[in-house]
């Protein structure tokens, strides 16, 4: 069965410095993946998501993921941090060709000081 | 166009009640999806539906929960008799189609089990 890791359960950073979220799968083939927000009290948002083609995606928000087949990551990236961006981020993998439900990462919660 | 609605936003009852969450789905979405995620995790899928028909309920405990989408629109989630480990929030989410494209989730419901 495939599994997603965020390794980190707490980020802080500082507003206006940049960010990166790690995200690892584990599944043989190439999947789809995903990376969503949720602020407190919300539903998730998808920030923006791989199936194909170029490996940098971008997304909403000024956030970019780059997928790296070999390392089997999809690290989120973001170059300047609001602090807006405060909430938690998970990442998601879901088969190509199946059922393509996400199986979601614990997720990883972005603090930013002013 | 309007989101996926939830209602209640908040539920708090005993343990061994039951209880029951509303989803009304973005209009025109044909797949609904009901996810659970407790604290400090992420999202795991319950049951998904394709109109009417379930898709995939390989997660839900049917020893207890239940859910339907008898017209293909909104969809009721229920747990008979509740459990203190049932405790979380309910996610529901909707797609135009069941490929892999955006799920856009509603607020949640967050149950707490006394």
């Known amino acids: 069965a495939q599994s997603v890791t965020q390794p980190d359960i707490h980020i802080t950073v500082s507003e206006g410095a940049s960010l990166e979220l790690r995200c690892n799968y584990s599944?043989?083939?190439?999947?789809?993946l995903f990376w969503y927000v949720q602020s407190p009290g919300q539903g998730l948002q998808l920030l923006l998501k791989y199936f194909s083609g170029d490996t940098l995606v971008q997304g909403i928000k000024g956030f970019e993921a780059e997928f790296k087949r070999s390392q089997s990551s999809f690290n989120l990236r973001k170059p300047s941090v609001h602090w807006s961006d405060a909430a938690e981020y998970f990442c998601a993998v879901a088969l190509s060709g199946g059922s393509y439900i996400p199986t979601f990462g614990r997720g990883t919660s972005l603090i930013v000081h002013p | 166009e309007a989101g996926v609605a939830q209602s209640p936003r908040y539920k708090i009852i005993e343990k061994r009640q039951s209880v029951a969450f509303w989803c009304n789905p973005i209009s025109g979405h044909a797949t609904l999806y009901w996810y659970q995620q407790i604290l400090g995790q992420g999202p795991k899928l319950l049951i998904q539906?394709?109109?009417?028909?379930?898709?995939?309920d390989s997660q839900l405990p049917k020893d207890r929960f239940s859910a339907e989408r008898l017209k293909g629109v909104d969809s009721t989630l229920k747990i008979q008799p509740a459990k203190l480990e049932d405790s979380a929030v309910y996610l529901c989410a909707s797609s135009r189609t069941s490929s892999p494209e955006t799920q856009y989730f509603g607020p949640g419901t967050r149950l707490l089990v006394l």
């Open positions: 599944y043989g083939a190439t999947p789809y």
């Open positions: 539906f394709q109109n009417n028909g379930v898709v995939d």
